[in-house]
């Protein structure tokens, strides 16, 4: 039986390349600042990028850590800020000087809206969630289940055994070319911000050439 997703997750099935217009970023990213500082400062360019682009962040609606930093920056430069935010931490967590926040019962929804609601990704570094949230994304693009193209804003070399992993997956044949280039990896915002707007996104089914 083919499985049901939520009615927003983009439109299904794209055979034919889309070429995306970047009006809103979804951002995954640490729920905490970590001990590098050029992970925060990644965060506030990036945020700054968004800003004088003119693009929304879209971003799990957490106040603390590369999350809070990136909506906060975004927020104090004039730009708009989407959060979306599990039902379960919103109480302690949910940052509310933002344009708008949306509570979600879960975090499988929280996902999928924020997919729904981007035309890219990009993930600055993280932990276990920012992975997970990472991967599900690049699947759903590998399935078809929506058309969006991922950045990973490789701080001070903290995405290179990630990028290492894929070529090697490539290169061991379990992952085909066709879906590895649809992430994209650059240090610089700006850079990575351009290339996504010039990926062209093609649904290639993986189970056939």
């Not at 439109?11 to 990213?29: H, K, N, Q, T």
């Not at 003119?54 to 603390?64: C, D, K, P, S």
């Amino acid at each position: 039986m083919r499985p049901e997703f939520p009615a927003r997750v983009g439109r299904f099935r794209v055979y034919g390349p889309v070429m995306p217009e970047l009006r809103s970023i979804a951002v995954f990213c640490a729920s905490s600042t970590g001990t590098n500082p050029l992970l925060e400062e990644a965060a506030v360019a990036l945020g700054e990028q968004l800003v004088e682009r003119g693009i929304r962040l879209v971003y799990g609606g957490g106040n603390a850590g590369l999350m809070g930093r990136i909506a906060t920056t975004v927020m104090a430069g004039g730009g708009e800020v989407l959060g979306i935010i599990p039902e379960h931490i919103s109480t302690e967590v949910a940052h509310v000087d933002i344009t708008e926040l949306r509570v979600v019962d879960s975090m499988h929804e929280r996902k999928a809206a924020m997919y729904a609601a981007a035309d890219a990704v990009i993930a600055l570094p993280g932990g276990f969630g920012t992975l997970e949230e990472l991967a599900e994304a690049l699947t759903w693009t590998q399935l078809g289940l929506h058309e969006l193209a991922v950045g990973l804003l490789d701080v001070d070399g903290f995405w290179a055994p990630l990028v290492a992993w894929m070529d090697r997956a490539v290169d061991d044949g379990v992952l085909k070319q066709k879906n590895r280039v649809v992430c994209l990896d650059g240090t610089d915002p700006a850079d990575l911000l351009d290339r996504l707007a010039a990926t062209e996104v093609r649904y290639a089914p993986k189970w056939r050439d």
